[in-house]
Structure formats: C-alpha cells, structure tokens
C-alpha cells in the first residue's frame, strides 16, 4: 500500500499541495485525509478561486485509497463552491476499487465532472472553454 | 511411476496375525501382476477411461496392483494413509475424476472399483492346491481387505480431486465468460454472453474498470446481446457499472438490448433512465467513434488515407 | 498458506479525526492480511470510516474492536463500534438513505450496511449504540494463485 504515510496514532500532519497551473488550480489529494483537513482545505480552494482568476479546478484523488461519504460531500461542496464563482471543477483518476465502493454506499457524485487522469482534465477543461463545443 | 519392491522384505510388528496373510497376498500381487493387470485393463473402470488404447490400461493396472503389494507388504491393510497408495494416487484421481466427467455418480465410480477385487480373487485362489482351505480363504479376506481400502482411496481422491475441479472451473468461468476488448483508441468493450449473477458482475464490473485504466478509455461499452434476459438485479448491476465508469471519467454505453428485453425492462418498472443506450454494439461504436472526432464512411475512391486512421487522437 | 499472522483481536480508541485514519489504517492492513481482495478492502475500510465517524460525531467517541475469524473455510474480519452515547431513537429512520442528523449525506448506517455481509444494530436511548459488521474474503478472488 502507498501514500498512507505520515499518519500515526497522535495523527500526522502534512498539507494539500494546491498548484496554480495557468487559469487552472490543481489540487492533489493523497493518502489519508482527515475531516478536518478536507475541511479546511475546501476553505481554502474558495479562497483562492476569489482571490485569483482561475476558472477551473481539478482535484486529482490517483492517489486517494478511500472515499467516504464525508470526504465526498466535501468534493461535491467544492465543485459547487467553484461554481458559483464560475469555475468548473473536474476530479481525476478515481480508483476503480474507490469508484465501485463510492456506487456501492449510493454515492455517485451526479453533479461532479470527472476524467481518468490529470491530462485528460485538463483537456476537458480546456475544450469545455471554447465556445461551440456542448458539454455531455 | 516407479514403485519400489525391495519393501516386501520389511516387517510390521504391528498386525501379527495378519501379516503372513498380508505377506502372502503382496507377494501374489507382485507375482502375478502381469495376469491381475491384464484382467482389470477389461474391468469397466480401466476400459472406460483408457479408450486409447489397451496397453495404456494395462499399464495403469500394472501400477496400481504394485502399489496394492506395496501397501500388502507394510502390513497396514486397511489404512487408507499407507503410504504405497501415494505412488498411485494422482492416477487414481485421474481416473475417478474421467470416470465422474461421464456423468457416473461417485456410487457407480466405487462399484466399479469393488468389481476389481473378484478378478484378482480368482487368481488368487487358483494359487491354492486347495482353493477353499483356511490358507487360502484367510488370503482372500487379506485382499478384500486391502480391495475396500482401495476404493476408499478412490473415493477419497476423487472428492478432493472435484472439488478443486469445481473451484478452478468457476474461477475460470468468470475469468474466460468476461473478456475485455479494446476496440479503438479509448475505446473498450466488454460482449456478456450467458446469465449474468451477481459474483459475475462483479467480476465484469471489475474488469471493465481496470481495462479502463490500462487502456486510458474514454468510452466503454457493455454489449448485452448474449445475455438472456435482464431482471431487475441485472439492470441494477448495469447502472452500477455504468455510474462507477462515470465516476472514473469514462463513457459509458451499453448496447444490445434485444426487443424483448426492452419490453422486460419497461414491464418491469426498470429506470434505465441515465444509462446511455444503443442498439447494437456497432452503433455504440459508432457513437464512441463519432464522439471522439472519428468519421465513418465510405472510403475515398481513389487518393489519400481514410479518414478514420487521420482523426483518432 | 495459512502462515504467521497476529489473530488477536485488537481494540481502537475513537476520539478524534486522527483516530479516525488510524482506524481506517488498522482496518485496511487486517483485511489485507486476511487475503481481502483490492476491492473488498477499500469496501470494508469504508465501511468501517462511516461507521467510526457514526461512533465520534453522534455518540461522543467510543471504541472499536478489530476481529479476525477464521471458520476454516473462509477467512473473515469482525468490527465492533461501541459507544455510550446518546443512542438511536429511531432506528428505522437512521437506516434510511438522506436520512441525517449530523451534516452528512445520511449515508452512513445504510450505506455501510451495502459495503459488508453482515450487518447489526444494538441501540439503547440514553446508553450507547453498538454496531456490528463482518465481512469475509470472497473464495473467488483474482489475487489468488491458481494453477498453471
């Protein structure tokens, strides 16, 4: 098993590495994310659409082992955040094994946009900004 | 398949009684295991499994009646555990398990391998000057004895030989009933043929989403053309699929949905509602084709590639 | 194959966020040893984090104890979330998809329920709530070395 590192049992501590890419913020989850920290991080991406000009964000979770229905309200609520500051977000790179259990718990995330890797977000993107091509 | 015969010589302390019996009939069965295994090689259960050829037969004969005087020489007559059976262990399994693919239960299985013991009785006795004295009565009930064990081992082999045929040949089941196919660029397609129960869409399910990241598919397709018919569990299955494909970022469309499973799914109050559809496997391709940028048509008389080759990305 | 593995049963604090990941860690790396497939592990260690979340948001903290079962055949893993909070007043209500009292999607208990095989509820107003689930290693998994 990878990226579950750094955590303890007196909890451990690491940041959300969020990068500004052009007009695009990336944003990359990896191992154990706890309530807290998906909180304050969904905080801080609002932040920063309104301090910036961004008009995307992907949240890329390759490197995420477990979704749950907390840590996705929290992604929902971030795609609906940037939305109203009209950004578009796209989450990447779910595992199978995490997307068959997201379905499973009855969770399908119907308002989120999704692609199967960062590159591939970023062309969704990219494409959904040019005028004259529809979204699906 | 070498058995060792210089065991004859080792005694038992065990089994006092028995043991010159035991020694007699082991020394019988290495003696004339040439005459045993001819007769058996006609016995229904050799006959039946080696239809090749006869001489197959009476060499799997030969084997078996030198582990049988193996057995005898230990002295462990009725010991299932001795280890003279092992030398012919896996072929005994063989031969049950070929015996069972017959369609012949494991009861007809042991009485074909009770039928042994007479063939090998009657030479036994012809050994005697006096066929029904003592010594030659106590012999035979030696390799009675030692025939039950026999089919124990049989029926024994045969038990665990199935069973593990039953787990391979689900777990291939699932593996071989369930092949992903890329058919373009980004595009994979999975054609489910046979019922579909909840352990086999859970291993399409999982197939699928692996080959949609090993193929970096942007459209999947479940092509349900073979499937005999769609209840609600299946069309559950289905959206599962399809919403856990969506989640990854792909596409999901799942194509040939026969009239009278569309009728099926309406009676039954099924909402494919979100599920994107088409008629036949070639359609959804199409559609995937399409929506990547990929034309179909015609080729072009004369001139230039087609364009198919010119607008994948 | 059945080789060295610790089949004690072990027993978590949940008071916090970080016991929560420390939970959903422990639980992750005993149904992997156990011979959990990718799938059934990532099921059962969500199952396992609505299930402590339930445990510290609605009943003040509590505990979970982490059981290994082996019946010989199968292979399985046993969790007890035990707190003594306020208990589940409507039970029926809780186990309801969207049905919520904490902020969530209220989709803890049901959703839960649907990642394991065995699932049960003891809740007692004004005592405390325990939650049981098991799940076993499914016999056909593609992670298991067949034969040539």
Redesign the interface.
Known sequence: MTGAAGIGPAGGHFTVPVLQLGDVLLVTLQGELHDGMAEQLQQDITDRISHTRVTGVVIDISGVEIVDSFLGRVLAEIAAGAGLLAARTVLAGMRPAVAITLVELGLTLPGLRTALDVERAMELLGAASRPGEGSP | MQVSVSVSVSVSEENAEQEPAAQQVSAFLERRREQIAQRWADAALFRTVFTVSRDEAVEAGRAVAAALAAVAASGRLDDIRASGFEAVRDQLGRMAASRARTGIDPDGVAREVAALREPAAELLRAEFEDPNGPEALECVVALTVLMGTLRLVVMETAVSASEELIARQREQLHEVATPVIKLWESTVAVPLIGTLDSARSQVVMESLLDAIVAERARYAILDITGVPTVDSLVAQHLMKTVAAARLMGAECIVSGIRPAIAQTIVHLGIDLGTVLTRGSLADALAYALSRQGVGIGPVAPAGTAPAADAGVR | MRAARHAAPATLPIG???????V??QV?QAA?ELGFG??Q???L??AA??LA?NTLVHGGGGQVRITPLDTGQSQGLRLDFVDSGPGIRDLEQAMT?GYTSGG??G??L???K??VHEFEVDSRPGEGTTVTVTAWA???S?S?P??P
């Open positions: 916090s966020d970080a016991d929560l990941a420390w959903r860690q992750r992997a990718l799938v592990q990532t099921k260690v969500t984090s609505e979340r998809d969530g999607l989709l803890g049901s959703g839960a649907r990642l499914t016999p056909v593609p298991r067949g034969p």
